[in-house]
């Protein structure tokens, strides 16, 4: 039995660089694409010379979290490289909010949060009173780390990447307004969103966990089903219960 979205139009606005997966997933079930990247990702403000400098001794933390599979592509070749050479004096357990983000780690990973969501990774992280490294973006608040710090830890946080916005041109605009599913990868994709179509959507909305429908709520974007973990499987699985439906 085919997929509801064979022959569905579905608008996907992550960066260029992670569409391919997306992209792949989707017209596995016959979707059409409509790619329309509203954000880029790229080094912090710094150019990560703070990041890279604390994963140079990441070897001092008991812990390390990883919030994305962006963030465990950052800190990926410290890790592989010290385990490679064995030159670590002691490697600290890794933790990751979700199972990509623990694949992306390229090594063995010690707790991951399932569903994938930051939240439930706070809810599971034992209490102790060590020190933690938490691994993030620079739109990422600090729920995380004041839950971790309620439990006794010592946290220190690095922004390992920077998500910015990127305005749509007219002729990548039409397609996605007559397309008939939108999907919300993230906050700040339901914020490039707003700022350039505003509360205008395909009939179909669907976000990637529930602080992406937050968001996009608090813009006025009517989402019409919210995936339950914050992974493009658990999304696209959601995008075909909505279209079922109809």
């Known amino acids: 039995m085919g997929s509801p979205l064979d022959n569905r139009s579905v608008v996907i606005t992550r960066s260029i660089s992670q569409n391919e997966s997306l992209r792949r997933l989707l017209e596995a079930r016959g979707a059409r694409v409509v790619e329309v990247p509203l954000i880029a990702i790229t080094e912090p403000e710094d150019e990560g010379r703070e990041r890279d400098e604390v994963l140079q001794h990441f070897d001092q933390f008991d812990w390390?979290?990883?919030?994305?599979?962006?963030?465990?592509?950052?800190?990926?070749?410290?890790?592989?490289?010290?385990?490679?050479?064995?030159?670590?004096e002691r490697f600290p357990s890794l933790a990751a909010v979700g199972e990509a983000t623990a694949r992306s780690l390229g090594v063995t990973v010690a707790m991951t949060a399932n569903p994938a969501r930051a939240d439930v990774l706070a809810e599971q992280f034992p209490t102790g009173t060590g020190s933690v490294l938490v691994v993030q973006g620079n739109l990422a608040?600090?729920?995380?780390?004041?839950?971790?710090?309620?439990?006794?830890?010592?946290?220190?946080?690095?922004?390992?990447?920077?998500?910015?916005?990127?305005?749509?041109?007219?002729?990548?605009?039409l397609p996605a307004m007559a397309a008939d599913v939108l999907l919300l990868a993230s906050g700040s994709a339901a914020n490039a969103w707003f700022d350039a179509f505003g509360t205008t959507t395909p009939p179909f909305v669907v976000a990637m966990g529930p602080s992406t429908a937050k968001v996009a709520s608090a813009l006025g974007i009517d989402v019409s089903a919210v995936a339950p973990e914050q992974t493009l499987e658990s999304m696209i699985q959601t995008a075909e219960r909505v279209l079922a439906d109809v």
Request: aromatic share 6%; charged share 15%.
């Open 64 to 88: 390390i979290v990883v919030t994305s599979p962006n963030g465990a592509d950052c800190i990926a070749p410290f890790l592989v490289a010290a385990h490679a050479a064995g030159d670590a």
């Open 141 to 173: 608040d600090d729920s995380l780390s004041s839950s971790l710090r309620a439990k006794g830890w010592a946290v220190t946080q690095v922004v390992a990447y920077r998500t910015v916005q990127l305005r749509p041109t007219r002729e990548i605009m």
